[in-house]
């Protein structure tokens, strides 16, 4: 991904008001951790598992701070009980920052990441989250600014599919 | 010692410490005996303390305690290293170990029932006050310090098989009125905007 394009998600984010990301680091997006690391804007929180990355950023949301899960595809897969129990059944707002490795426009892609990446929609379909997939930088801001809105309005999860242009 | 005899211990030490809470017969004691708005009881396996690091890292002034049970912790072991790289000083864990899946009515033993030791893995992954209770009195003697001191604890507390629970009638309240008070009692508290009618 261009650097450019990892500062314009990470100024987003912080122009949503995000102002707190567990994250289990990936290839795809990684540029927008250094940058969130240094924002005093963001509080940041490694994870070992995505599971736990869904429920610590339901605590600290559910404490007031809004909050964002960022992960490769595969963590949607690893996380979706804590997504079902926590994010919609006890709703809790929070943006899901989803690396769409696998997909159509992923430009990374092989057959290590083909099959889950192409049941990822379906997967976020079946657990009924809203999600936008977004290709390039075009209308990037108000993508989040959108998905950020959408998620205190229902309080529940609302995820973000990167794929071409933030694969490369 | 049992954990209802804990929990009437700690119920009404509780001020404004915030209580995040698991599944199953700890749900339904702690809920009988606490309608602290405090209280937050979220009803699913696995959950309950990564949703009380994240409260512990955001409310920094706020006491969390977190109540577990062996099931539950041992679904979401990848807490435990996360928890010692963190480190809140003001999350308390408490894991009610009765060595047993008792959901499952047939008593089928937990790993903890067998060799391992659920301390001894909070103490590797880096939470240095992590100890085992088997006695009331070491149980009040931990709840006591957890409430009074400003530093990370991690108490398994081994607990005797119970079916009391099942006695217990349950709350009307449904989950999401449950989450709504706690946020508005941490709103108020905590004097900050949390639900927001507007995005």
């Known amino acids: ?168 | 010692m049992n954990r209802y005899e804990c929990f009437e211990f700690l119920a009404p030490l509780i001020k404004d410490e915030l209580i995040v809470g698991s599944l199953s017969g700890q749900r339904v004691e702690w809920g009988h005996l606490s309608q602290h708005e405090g209280n937050l009881l979220v009803a699913c396996m696995g959950g309950a303390l990564g949703i009380g690091i994240g409260l512990a890292l955001v409310l920094p002034n706020r006491k969390v305690l977190v109540f577990e049970s062996d099931g539950s912790m041992l679904l979401s072991l990848y807490n435990l290293p996360t928890l010692g790289s963190l480190q809140p000083s003001n999350l308390a864990v408490f894991v009610f170990d009765n060595e047993i899946y008792s959901g499952t009515r047939i008593s089928e033993p937990t790993a903890t029932a067998g060799k391992t030791d659920l301390a001894a893995v909070a103490r590797d992954c880096g939470i240095a006050q992590s100890t085992t209770v088997r006695d009331l009195n070491s149980f009040q003697r931990e709840a006591k310090a957890a409430l009074e001191q400003n530093s990370l604890r991690f108490v398994v507390c081994k607990v005797d098989q119970t079916t009391g629970h099942r006695q217990i009638r349950r709350s009307n309240e449904d989950l999401s009125e449950h989450k709504y008070r706690f946020v508005r009692y941490l709103e108020r508290t905590e004097s900050k905007e949390i639900f927001r009618g507007r995005g």
């Not at chain 1, 709703?91 to 049941?119: C, E, K, T």
């Not at chain 1, 657990?127 to 390039?136: A, H, K, Q, S, W």
């Not at chain 1, 209308?139 to 959408?150: S, T």
């Open chain 1, 1 to 168: 991904m261009e650097t450019e394009l990892a500062r314009r998600i990470v100024a987003g984010l912080r122009e949503a008001g995000i102002g707190f990301v567990s994250y289990l680091p990936e290839t795809r997006l990684s540029q927008i951790l250094p940058l969130m690391r240094e924002d005093p804007s963001f509080m940041l929180v490694p994870v070992a598992n995505e599971s736990e990355g869904v429920s610590i950023a339901a605590g600290a949301a559910l404490g007031g701070r809004p909050a964002a899960v960022y992960m490769e595809g595969s963590g949607v897969y690893v996380s979706s009980y804590n997504l079902l129990v926590i994010g919609k059944r006890l709703g809790v707002p929070m943006l899901l920052i989803v690396a769409h490795y696998g997909s159509l426009m992923d430009r990374r892609n092989s057959f290590l990441y083909a099959a889950p990446g192409l049941h990822l929609p379906g997967n976020l379909e079946s657990l009924n989250i809203p999600y936008e997939v977004l290709e390039d930088g075009q209308h990037l801001e108000n993508k989040i600014k959108g998905a950020v809105q959408l998620m205190h309005a229902i309080k529940q999860p609302v995820a973000l599919l990167f794929t071409g242009d933030f694969t490369v």
